[in-house]
C-alpha cells in the first residue's frame, strides 16, 4: 500500500513506487489517493480529479494499480482501515506493506491507533531529500524492537516489522513545489508524467494554466 493526497501524482512518488516493487520484489502496489486526508487541510481538488491524475500516471506501469478503495468510504481515511481491507482481501498469510516517506514517518505517533498498523502489516520508510528531520522520541518508542535489517528479513514474515530503504533515486520533488509553480505559470516540465500535466491544462486544475500551451509548461 503506498496511500496519499496525490495533489498532484508526481515522479517523486512514481519512480519511488517502482523502486521500491524492485527491492522487495513486491507483486503489485496498490496507490490509494486519500479521500479525507486525517491530518491535512482538505486539498483543493477533488478526489476524483486525483485519481484521475493517478491513473494517468501508473498508466503502464507493471504492478502499480490506482486503487480507489478509500474514495469509497466516508470519513477520515484512516491507514488502519485501508489497511484492515488488504489484508482481508489477500489473507493472513500474505506479506503486507505500507510504504510511506521520512516526512510522513515523522508524525506516526500522532495517526490513528498506530500500533495496529502493525498488527496488519509492516511499514517501510523512504527516504527524501528534502525532508531529513530526526525521528520524535514518540515515534522511536512505537517503533521500537521491530526494526528489520534487510528487505529479506522483514519479508520473512506477513506484518508486524519496519524498515528503513534507501532507494536509488532519490527525488527531491513535491506536490507543494508543483501547486506553487502552476499558480505563478511557470514550467511544472518533467516533475511529472506529460499525461497529467495534459490533465491538468485540459481540467483547469490549479488556476492559470488553462489557457497556456502544452509547449510553455
Ligand atoms: N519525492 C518523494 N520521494 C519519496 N516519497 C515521497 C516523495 N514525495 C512524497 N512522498 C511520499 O508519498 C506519500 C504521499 O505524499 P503526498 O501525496 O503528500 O506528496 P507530497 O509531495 O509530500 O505532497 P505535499 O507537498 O502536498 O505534502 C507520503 O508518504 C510521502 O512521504
Ligand atoms: O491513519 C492516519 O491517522 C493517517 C494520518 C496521516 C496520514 N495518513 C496517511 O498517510 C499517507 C500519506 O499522507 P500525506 O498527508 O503525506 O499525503 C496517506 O495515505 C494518508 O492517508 C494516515
Redesign the pocket.
Known sequence: MF?????PVHHGHLRSAVELSEALGLDRLHM?P?HV????EAPGVSSDQRLSMLRLGVEGAPGLVADDR?LRREG?????D?LASLREEYGPRARLIMM??H??FL?LH?????QRLFELAHLVVVDRPDHEDELPQAVRALVEGREARSGDELMQSPRGGWLRLALPSRLAISATHIRQCLLEERSVRYLLPLSVIEHIQMQGLYSGLRHCAVQRR
Open positions: 496511500g496519499g493526497t496525490f495533489d490509494i486519500a486526508p486525517p491530518h491535512r478509500e477520515p481515511s484512516y491507514s488502519v485501508t510511506l516517506g516526512d510522513a508524525s500522532r495517526w490513528y491507533q498506530p
